[in-house]
């Protein structure tokens, strides 16, 4: 016999495990449907977890500044440990861009952000690991950190489950059920569940759960979402032996396209600068005689010297799913009644996690729309493509 949900979530990454826990925890029954394995190469696995709130779009700052409570008071809220840690944040400009920062440290300011300009001199007192040569000036987040992305999800699945979720995995994952335009419900392995709403939060994997099912936004006809998958990677290094690394904050430098932060004691992770494509079928690990490896450290080593010399600990990379506005795809699909969209996070949706997973449960369980979701809407796409966001800066 068919199971029966209020609510199906199609994907385990943290923003399917954020939404299925609140609606749990709001009294909902929820299955949370995911792919056998497949985790092991999901962006939230790989996420370098950073928390913070300077954005170029304040509406992914209002998010993540909706969700550091819920980092910071993680097991009084959730319950369990989400691997919180607060490091400090600092955003670094140079000339260009230093009047851009002043406005968006006052913007962040009037959304109760807590944050302020600092001068490079300001700055290097604090840190004295780095060289902010070209610097001209930062915004500092003194709350901001990083947490464990994986444990994360984890938690929240599993505080999901204790509120009783249905979690059900499938070696070839879920599908979606349709009737007519009517999306119904989803089949994973042998189970079917039936509900009256079908969240798809599978990440770069969600266009294809919609294709499937020949389901899409309706503005060319076509099938599908538009997604693109494109791969993002990180390396960690030993820094023991780089001089002030133990005071290190986390770190985003616009002057140069690269971010860094603590990774635990006597470790630094760091961007790798990859091809703006998916990333090569069923590889996690980037090699570390790479030669983006090289071009991740040299970026890297314009702050902190040391790193160039840093023995490799660890390199990795994932797909993330990316809109063509840079905005994500969160709400109801007006085209397919039952189906609603929570995709597309664009390189930030770990920091956004708990503040999207509230605000769609609430959407879900009481019909209300929640003002900081208006921007997401995914009909945006069915008129055509919707110009893309303001990029403030050189590299954000
Ligand atoms: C290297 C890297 C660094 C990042 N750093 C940061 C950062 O510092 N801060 C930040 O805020 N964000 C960061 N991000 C982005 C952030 O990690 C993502 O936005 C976020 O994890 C997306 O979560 P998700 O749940 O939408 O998707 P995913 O994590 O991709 O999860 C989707 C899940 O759906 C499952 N799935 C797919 N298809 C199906 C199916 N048919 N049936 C069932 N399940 C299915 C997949 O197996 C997967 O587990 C980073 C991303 C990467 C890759």
Redesign the pocket.
């Known amino acids: 016999m068919p199971r029966t949900a209020d609510v199906v979530v199609?994907?385990?990454?943290?923003?399917?495990?954020s939404i299925a826990y609140h609606l749990a925890a709001a009294g909902s029954r929820v299955a949370l449907?995911?792919?056998d394995g497949?985790?092991a190469?999901?962006?939230?696995?790989?996420?370098?977890?950073?928390?913070r709130m300077h954005h170029s779009d304040p509406h992914d700052a209002r998010l993540a500044a909706l969700s550091l409570e819920t980092f910071e008071q993680w097991p009084q809220l959730i319950g369990g440990d989400c691997g919180f840690r607060r490091t400090g944040f600092a955003f670094l400009v140079g000339d260009e861009h230093a009047d851009r920062l002043a406005r968006s440290v006052k913007e962040l300011t009037e959304l109760g952000v807590s944050t302020y300009g600092l001068t490079p001199g300001e700055f290097a007192e604090a840190q004295p690991a780095l060289d902010l040569t070209g610097v001209a000036a930062v915004a500092y987040e003194p709350r901001s950190g990083?947490a464990d992305?994986a444990r994360t999800?984890a938690v929240l699945a599993g505080r999901a489950r204790a509120l009783g979720a249905d979690v059900v995995s499938a070696r070839a994952?879920?599908?979606l059920c349709r009737s007519g335009d009517l999306i119904t419900g989803a089949v994973?392995g042998d189970e079917t569940v039936s509900a009256g709403q079908v969240v798809v939060?599978?990440?770069?994997?969600?266009s294809?759960?919609c294709a499937d099912a020949g389901a899409g936004l309706g503005g060319d006809g076509g099938a599908g979402l538009p997604l693109h998958a494109r791969?993002?990677?990180?390396a960690v290094a030993d820094s023991a032996a780089l001089p002030g690394a133990e005071r290190l904050c986390m770190i985003i430098d616009d002057t140069a396209g690269t971010y860094f932060r603590p990774d635990g004691p006597g470790r630094v992770l760091f961007r790798i600068p990859l091809e703006p494509t998916a990333a090569p079928e069923g590889s996690t690990r980037i090699p570390a005689d790479a030669e983006e490896i090289g071009v991740g450290r040299a970026l890297a080593a314009r702050r902190l010297h040391g790193i160039t010399a840093a023995p490799l600990i660890d390199a990795?990379?994932?797909?993330?799913?990316y809109t063509d506005d840079g905005r994500a795809l969160v709400g109801p699909v007006g085209r397919h009644p039952g189906l609603y969209l929570?995709?597309g996070?664009?390189?930030?949706?770990?920091?956004?996690?708990p503040a999207v997973g509230r605000a769609v449960a609430d959407e879900l369980t009481t019909g209300a729309q929640r003002p900081e979701l208006g921007a997401y809407r995914p009909d945006r796409f069915a008129a055509g493509p919707p110009s893309p966001t303001i990029q403030r800066y050189r590299h954000m």
């Not at 199609?10 to 495990?17: E, L, R, Y």
């Not at 791969?231 to 990180?234: K, N």
């Not at 990795?316 to 799913?321: F, I, L, P, S």
Request: proline share 2%.
């Open positions: 199609i994907g385990d990454g943290v923003v399917g495990a449907l995911a792919r497949a985790f190469h999901s962006a939230t696995r790989h996420s370098a977890g950073q928390v990083y992305p999800a994952g879920a599908r994973a939060a599978a990440g770069a994997g969600s294809g759960v791969q993002f990677g990180w990795a990379r994932a797909d993330e799913a929570a995709t996070f664009n390189g930030g949706g770990f920091k956004t996690a």
